[in-house]
């Protein structure tokens, strides 16, 4: 079995597709449907990484990147999102990655097959 995720994402069908695609690769999967509920499960539980949309009302994945670095900064942070982003500059941030929506090709590939099963 894979590794926990915690997947936050804000639109409800969006959230939907990727957590059944991860659960069926394998992957237990909770779900927030913002970054600050995605605090309040963290207070609670560990995870083995967190995949994140970077567009999000209140809370923000770059702003959640940044409250997670500074109380866990060593869990594994992928970002995600289908607006032009510069990659580089998420990775800058602390990220371990960041993917395109919609990430199912992206998490099938190789390289992050690695971040998302520790």
Avoid at 9 to 18: A, G, V
Avoid at 31 to 50: M, N, R
Avoid at 63 to 74: M, N, T
Avoid at 87 to 106: V, Y
Wanted: glycine share 8%; proline share 5%; aromatic share 4%.
């Amino acid at each position: 079995m894979g590794g926990r995720i915690l997947l936050v994402e804000d639109r409800l069908q969006n959230r939907k597709n990727i957590a059944y695609f991860l659960r069926t690769e394998g992957y237990e999967v909770n779900e927030a449907s913002s970054g600050k509920e995605a605090i309040e499960i963290l207070e609670k539980d560990e995870f083995d990484l967190v995949l994140a949309d970077v567009v999000m009302p209140e809370l923000n994945g770059l702003s959640l990147l940044r409250h997670l670095r500074s109380i866990a900064p060593r869990i594994l942070v992928v970002l995600m999102s289908g607006h032009s982003l510069d990659p580089q500059q998420i990775l800058k941030e602390g990220a371990t990655d960041f993917i395109t929506k919609p990430p199912r090709a992206s998490l099938c590939s190789d390289g992050n097959r690695g971040t998302i099963n520790p």
